[in-house]
């Protein structure tokens, strides 16, 4: 109580902190009237002045007010919008590294281009991110118009670019691109072998559009580069023998969560199956040598006794086809991860295809974090405040509207089942469009869209129903929607980014209307007359009370209804909102169904009645909090796990980066040949050991097959003060000496790109197979929770051990090859290609991947296109006309210049026999 009189007396601490940021609100007013009187040259000549300061001492917070005012004279002239305070105040905020949250429609576009324009003045670059190529594209076009006013240049990260065309626009003092470009370009560039190849700069600044989306709900899928390994179909095949001769006796199975446990017993038969088999290193199942074993028998377990056949899954020409759950429907050309897929194969006894391995991964988490200045904007944060700051160190500050808010958020509406909710959405639908009020309807599926809009269909009402994985068709939709009586169903996430105008949008009318006429008087004529009618339409749909915003149930996250709701009440218009809930809806049926509530309402509702109140609304806002603080844990435990990856992650691609800078590496290759000899010599003579007792025919072995020298050992034992020192370091001579002169025969700067390949191929072979196991060891580490162990400890430990174990395997491997290798060059030594890979990014929401990129499409695996933009496009005519002469002039992983967006290597440079 306190505590409310106290927020009454002296506003919360968000209001004061907005009103604290009035002081700069008056400086940057203060500036303008100069601002105004100048020319366009001297307004655009502020930039150079600006970065003369910088250079002379200045700092960013200085030049503050003069550099938002100048973009603010610089949007109204170029744009004819001119920033309101409180999207200065949400420009402030993004300078700070903090996170703006807006309502939607008040503009948050245009605020980026303050904190943009600002951050890059000293040339280091900016990075904005969208949620989909579409804004991104959209954006730096549009706000492109500002920055290239004031003499910024502007570059966009979308599929299909050359590394070129990446590099030029990773070089622009601001760059746009979705989350999936940027992160998949960094996993990319630390795969190359040349820093000159490599196209992004060191981060500086990012500012994200829509971080809630982004930072919180796709952050729970790590981006994945993966291609397809070694076949392991005889491991897959013996794994699956093993399993069929188990008895249900021998495991424990949870079949809610779809998981499986051996027992004690189980275990012990297993061990023995698995001996016999060959397959056991070691006596114990679950020493880390067996890591992969137990990760394939895991898999092999579900498979066997978890996926049905015609129920989860059926076998079509030889495959195996998915079947989805929810609507039972074959799902061609998808496939369960992490081996899955695999082992049913080898249960149903058809072809096993080769699973892809991941090559490269990290959390946007992770990724993000690397940037020293990282920001974010978006409408709806405040309720995921703690998680920003406890990943990101982001505080969420909550910006007024420019004009008051006066939608109308009513109460909840429940309802016995879900066709007697969308009996009751259906004719609410249809009275509200019937007096020209356009209602949006949302819902959380797809499935769920297709469903109500039968029930629109069968109330007679017209409506779209926006399921496009086009972005742009999805904008387009979304923008209309604010049309007299115009009925829309979207999912909630659909079309984010995209302001609905009451009345209608100029723009895309325009699109449509005028798309093949000619600037001149007609086409202006025309231009003000859709001006006109949008006015007249709005003016109508304002009397009609606005937006009539209708969802179909509550989402797990109360965010998400609140971005609902938001598409409502945009700049001070009015505006309706109303959640309609059954006890069908996950959220009741997952975290409820036997409470004494739900039995009350399937006892004593009659079919079609609906009941509301405000504390059945309580209730399901407590559910909501249950559920988000359960996601939140779900993703933290994302990060902690990535995180002991990321470590090991960061010094491997720095050691790459050192490789690649350096002028020579032989020191390098030196202490891994000393290392290595030290290793050979220390396994064969123990401390305090007598030469007698040293096992002099294994370290021969060792020398021979590792350091390719047949050395004189026995020789050396007849003098008496030999020592294992000495051993050492005569080998240490000799192997010197015998790569010395390997090296003479080649020019120095050919030896050294020579070390340079063989030092990075083996440390992405290895990296890439460390990958694999530490995916392998996340999948069962949690089975130690069994013997009261914390998993996470357990996996930073073992995650440890095995990183220490590739390093000296890295060692070893790196010096073998400089050894065995024979060089006959009659030129410099080509840098090996990249391989083949495949980009994932799995939706939360649709568990489809939303990734789209040149290898992808290559495979077929893409069906969403690019909208056609103004982007450049590799040019053809460059190359001739004639694909016989495109041979060693296309580089082979560029885009193919026949125009069929594969790259060059799988189009007219495939390689044929």
């Not at 990319?188 to 072998?193: F, I, L, Q, S």
């Not at 990760?295 to 989805?324: C, E, P, W």
């Not at 049309?483 to 009318?509: C, H, K, P, W, Y």
């Not at 006109?532 to 996250?557: C, D, M, N, Q």
Request: glycine share 6%; hydrophobic share 40%; proline share 4%.
């Amino acid at each position: 109580m306190l505590g409310g009189f106290a927020k009454s007396l002296f506003g919360s601490s968000n209001d004061r902190y907005v009103k604290s940021l009035n002081p700069q609100l008056a400086k940057i007013a203060g500036f303008e009237p100069a601002l105004q009187a100048m020319s366009d040259e001297q307004l655009a000549g502020q930039t150079a002045l600006f970065r003369e300061r910088l250079a002379e001492g200045a700092k960013l917070d200085d030049l503050l007010p003069e550099a938002f005012a100048t973009v603010r004279e610089a949007a109204k002239r170029v744009l004819g919008q001119r920033h309101y305070d409180v999207q200065m105040v949400g420009g402030i905020v993004l300078h700070r590294g903090e996170i703006a949250e807006m309502r939607t429609g008040e503009g948050k576009t245009l605020v980026a281009t303050l904190a943009c324009y600002l951050n890059a003045l000293p040339g280091d670059g900016v990075h904005v991110v969208t949620v989909n190529d579409y804004l991104a594209a959209r954006d730096a076009e549009w706000m492109g118009r500002v920055y290239g006013f004031l003499g910024m240049s502007v570059g966009v990260i979308v599929p299909n670019l050359t590394d070129e065309q990446r590099r030029n626009a990773y070089a622009s003092d601001i760059t746009y691109g979705t989350n999936n470009e940027f992160g998949f370009d960094y996993l990319r560039d630390n795969m190359k072998y040349e820093r000159t190849s490599m196209v992004q700069r060191p981060f500086a600044h990012a500012i994200v559009d829509e971080v809630d989306s982004i930072l919180v709900d796709e952050a729970r899928t790590p981006l994945i580069i993966s291609g397809p390994t070694d076949d392991k179909s005889e491991l897959y095949i013996s794994v699956d023998a093993v399993v069929k001769r188990l008895v249900p006796e021998d495991y424990s199975k949870d079949e809610k969560q779809r998981s499986i446990v051996l027992t004690e017993d189980g275990t012990e038969k297993v061990e023995r199956m698995l001996e016999t088999a060959g397959l056991l290193q070691g006596q114990n199942l679950y020493d880390f040598e067996n890591t992969q074993v137990v990760h394939h028998l895991n898999q092999s377990l579900r498979a066997n006794v978890m996926f049905k056949l015609d129920t989860d899954y059926i076998v079509k020409d030889g495959k195996v086809v998915i079947i989805d759950e929810f609507t039972g429907r074959m799902m061609d050309g998808r496939r369960w991860s992490e081996g899955l897929h695999q082992a049913v194969e080898a249960k149903e006894g058809v072809e096993i295809e080769p699973e892809n391995q991941t090559m490269a991964s990290i959390t946007f988490q992770n990724y993000f974090r690397m940037y020293p200045k990282l920001s974010g904007m978006t409408g709806t944060a405040a309720t995921e405040a703690a998680e920003f700051y406890d990943i990101y160190k982001m505080n969420v500050v909550t910006i007024p509207t420019n004009v008051g808010v006066k939608r109308v958020d009513e109460e909840d509406e429940f309802y016995k089942d879900t066709p007697d909710k969308f009996r009751a959405i259906a004719k609410k639908t249809r009275e509200h469009a019937e007096r020209g009020q356009p209602v949006l309807v949302g819902t959380v599926s797809i499935e769920k869209s297709e469903l109500l809009s039968d029930f629109l269909v069968q109330e007679g009402v017209e409506h779209s129903v926006l399921n496009a994985r086009q972005h742009e068709q999805e904008a387009r939709i979304v923008a209309q929607a604010g049309r007299e009586s115009v009925v829309t169903i979207a999912t909630n996430m659909a079309g984010r980014g995209t302001d609905i105008q009451l009345g209608g949008n100029l723009e895309f009318r325009m699109q449509d209307e005028l798309a093949g006429m000619v600037a001149g008087p007609e086409r202006d004529a025309a231009i003000d007359r859709i001006r006109a009618e949008i006015a007249e339409e709005k003016a109508r749909v304002l009397a009609a009370g606005g937006l009539f915003v209708l969802g179909t149930e509550r989402h797990e996250s109360r965010r998400i209804d609140n971005q609902l709701r938001g598409r409502s009440g945009r700049q001070g218009d009015p505006g309706l909102s109303r959640f309609y809930l059954s006890l069908d809806d996950d959220l009741l049926r997952i975290f409820g169904p036997d409470t004494l509530f739900a039995k009350m309402m399937r006892n004593n509702i009659e079919d079609g009645e609906a009941i509301g109140s405000k504390w059945l609304s309580k209730a399901i806002e407590t559910a909501q909090k249950k559920v988000e603080a359960r996601n939140y844990d779900v993703r933290k435990q994302v990060v902690e796990y990535d995180d002991v990856m990321n470590d090991q992650r960061k010094v491997i691609y720095e050691q790459r980066s050192d490789i690649m800078d350096a002028d020579a590496v032989g020191d390098v290759v030196i202490d891994m040949r000393a290392e290595t000899v030290n290793v050979i010599v220390g396994e064969a003579c123990p401390p305090n050991s007598y030469p007698e007792q040293w096992d002099v025919a294994a370290m021969k072995a060792r020398f021979d097959e590792v350091l390719a020298l047949d050395l004189p050992v026995d020789d050396w034992l007849k003098e008496e003060a030999i020592d294992p020192e000495i051993v050492e370091e005569r080998v240490r001579e000799a192997a010197d000496a015998q790569v010395a002169a390997k090296a003479a025969d080649l020019d120095p700067d050919t030896w050294t790109q020579v070390e340079k390949s063989i030092l990075l191929q083996n440390l992405d072979h290895h990296w890439k197979e460390h990958l694999a196991t530490l995916d392998a060891l996340r999948q069962v580490v949690h089975l130690r929770a069994y013997a009261q162990k914390t998993p996470i400890n357990e996996y930073k430990q073992e995650a440890f051990a095995l990183f220490s174990r590739m390093l000296d395997a890295i060692r070893e491997d790196v010096t073998r090859t400089v050894a065995h290798a024979q060089f006959r060059m009659d030129g410099p030594p080509a840098l090996p290609e990249l391989p083949d890979f495949i980009t994932s990014h799995f939706d939360p929401f649709t568990g489809e991947d939303d990734t789209r990129d040149l290898d992808a499409a290559a495979r077929g695996l893409v069906r969403a296109q690019l909208p056609p933009l103004s982007i450049p496009r590799p040019d053809p005519v460059e190359f001739g006309e004639d694909p016989a002469t495109w041979e060693g002039v296309v580089s082979r992983n560029s885009p193919c210049p026949c125009g069929s967006g594969r790259k060059y290597k799988h189009c007219h440079g495939t390689v044929t026999a």
